[in-house]
């Protein structure tokens, strides 16, 4: 993704007078003022070029009857916008004809009043023309240059969020690998390890990536992802309850990543090993507590082999689980049950909501 240069941007803005935005007839109907104004200030207009007209009648040589008039027009249309300018050139039309015209102070028609009206039509028909195709272009112009600031700023954002994104799964990746290293006891368990790992990960990925088309991405459906790999040919071994939780991109690869971890010891030693064995997973928000938790996340394993303490070579799943729960804003709590393991995640809403 490329970046617009900074000076297409300067040289775009002073392009565009920003003056003309001020003017009735270049601002958006929504922002212009009420149309009977403009039409009251068009009709001023007139009425300032007649006057105008008639006040220095004593010194024009015959044959200038609309000279001040023309200017009202221009102006009208061009400040006030096409519709005043169209009833000024009407009334300026009326105006000349009737009150500078030979015969004046009627409505008379000859050969010389229908050249001078016809001069008088061509060259303003002509100046509305060019007025309306200089106010659609700016127009355009203009709703480019919104179109552009709209791209520019949310290219912003996309920049903001894929750097914000990569940051999070280098993190995520770097304490997995850290993890791993120090608790794979040979290479090929470690290479395991970490394809199971990152192959949860690029789920959670999958997730973030289609909540981008369809909305937020919910907590059960991190959940279901996570799990998805020990649920072959499940019949009903393992539930989800609780109400719909959004979470941001952050929140879900470290969700997935404790999710995953908690599923592959469950598959190994604990309720999903056994065919008995079933997996609970409830959440509920409720009022903060001490620390500011306000969102907890429950796993229960009842069915599986008796548990008496930490299995073999758990070190890395329990430090993995701390670790990754920071990142949702609070911390976890494993109960080693005889009857099976029970986690206790405590998180904070406002480190894992997506952000507005």
Do not use: C
């Amino acid at each position: 993704m490329t970046s617009l240069p900074p000076h297409s941007t300067r040289s775009a803005t002073a392009s565009a007078p920003s003056w003309l935005s001020l003017l009735p007839a270049f601002r958006p109907k929504s922002e212009a003022p009420p149309a009977l104004a403009l039409y009251l200030s068009s009709l001023v207009l007139v009425l300032a070029a007649l006057a105008l007209r008639w006040w220095t009648d004593p010194w024009l040589p015959p044959g200038f009857p609309f000279l001040t008039f023309f200017p009202s027009v221009v102006i009208s249309a061009f400040v006030l916008g096409l519709g005043p300018g169209i009833l000024a050139a009407l009334l300026s039309f009326v105006a000349s004809w009737y009150f500078f015209i030979e015969p004046r102070l009627s409505l008379g028609m000859s050969s010389g009043t229908l050249v001078a009206l016809g001069f008088y039509a061509l060259v303003i028909i002509t100046d509305l023309v060019i007025i309306y195709l200089v106010v659609g272009a700016y127009s355009r112009e203009a709703a480019l240059r919104a179109e552009r600031d709209r791209l520019v700023a949310f290219q912003g954002v996309l920049m903001g969020e894929l750097d914000h994104r990569i940051k999070n799964i280098f993190a995520s990746v770097n304490a997995v690998v850290g993890l791993s290293r120090r608790h794979a006891a040979t290479p090929e368990e470690l290479a395991t390890k970490l394809r199971q790992r990152i192959d949860a990960m690029g789920r959670a990925n999958g997730i973030i990536h289609g909540s981008k088309q369809a909305g937020p991405a919910l907590l059960a459906d991190v959940a279901t992802s996570a799990l998805q790999p020990f649920l072959a040919g499940d019949d009903g071994r393992v539930s989800l309850s609780g109400p719909p939780v959004a979470l941001d991109a952050a929140a879900v690869t470290a969700l997935s990543l404790i999710l995953h971890e908690l599923g592959t010891n469950a598959a190994k030693y604990g309720a999903l090993s056994a065919p008995e064995g079933k997996l609970a997973i409830t959440w509920h928000r409720h009022e903060p507590d001490a620390a500011g938790h306000d969102l907890e996340i429950r796993w229960l394993e009842r069915g599986g082999p008796s548990v008496e303490g930490p299995a073999e070579r758990s070190g890395f799943g329990t430090e993995l689980v701390q670790r990754m729960s920071a990142m949702l804003g609070g911390g976890a709590i494993t109960l080693w049950q005889p009857e099976g393991v029970e986690v206790v995640l405590k998180a904070k809403t406002d480190a894992i909501l997506p952000q507005a």
